[in-house]
T-cell receptor, first 111, second 112 residues
Framework: DTAVSQTPKYLVTQMGNDKSIKCEQN?????MYWYKQDSKKFLKIMFS???????INETVPNRFSPKSPDKAHLNLHINSLELGDSAVYFC??????????FGQGTRLTVV | DAKTTQPPSMDCAEGRAANLPCNHS???????VYWYRQIHSQGPQYIIH?????ETNEMASLIITEDRKSSTLILPHATLRDTAVYYC?????????????WGLGTSLAVNP
């Protein structure tokens, strides 16, 4: 029983394409997150949703658009992919004031 | 910007205690200290957190100094499977927002 699952695990795509990463959690949490981990292993929060409402929106290009259809899902859509978008993207969930549980990551490679 | 500083790497012998230090000298009174670890190619895993008091769970102990400017994560009997990057993180509160501000962590190598 995977608590936080994200798909796909690997994504290789060309510059300029549009792609989506999906995330689902079965923990009953009310808050979900997207993080980006760059090549230097630095983890940076991108977005956070609480009860489907956007509560954290860091300085991220507007090519990145999160969508939360319900509390258990937070998808990330990326338009016009660039080389610099290559990274590992992690989805996570938590109760608002609790510890976060992370998915296994999506390794995005833009060529 | 990270609010914590950690040594970039440490070694520990299998079966011995691993003591991982962290400085967070600018921490505010209502900000928690969290520890996560990331085993190669996996998602980060929660270990423990605390505010003022020392904490212990089945994975580790967290010792926070009285002035809260530093803390130490203790793995009492390190195993090879504890080899990972350990992140000391301050959870920042801003209204209803709570953000984990991550640094670069300490890469712990547990050696046989």
């Amino acid at each position: 029983d995977t608590a936080v699952s994200q798909t796909p695990k690997y994504l290789v795509t060309q510059m300029g394409n549009d792609k989506s990463i999906k995330c689902e959690q079965n923990l009953g949490h009310d808050t979900m997150y997207w993080y980006k981990q760059d090549s230097k292993k630095f983890l940076k929060i991108m977005f956070s949703y609480n009860n489907k409402e956007l509560i954290i929106n860091e300085t991220v290009p507007n090519r990145f658009s999160p969508k939360s259809p319900d509390k258990a899902h937070l998808n990330l859509h990326i338009n016009s992919l660039e080389l610099g978008d290559s990274a590992v993207y992690f989805c996570a969930s938590s109760l608002l004031s609790g510890e976060a549980f992370f998915g296994q990551g999506t390794r995005l490679t833009v060529v | 910007d990270a609010k914590t500083t950690q040594p970039p790497s440490m070694d520990c012998a299998e079966g011995r205690a691993a003591n991982l230090p962290c400085n967070h000298s600018t921490i505010s009174g209502n900000e928690y200290v969290y520890w996560y670890r990331q085993i190669h190619s996996q998602g980060p895993q929660y270990i423990i957190h605390g505010l003022k008091n020392n904490e212990t769970n089945e994975m580790a102990s967290l010792i926070i100094t009285e002035d809260r400017k530093s803390s130490t994560l203790i793995l009492p009997h390190a195993t090879l499977r504890d080899t990972a990057v350990y992140y000391c993180i301050v959870r920042v509160n801003a209204g209803n927002n709570r953000k984990l501000i991550w640094g670069l962590g300490t890469s712990l190598a547990v050696n046989p």
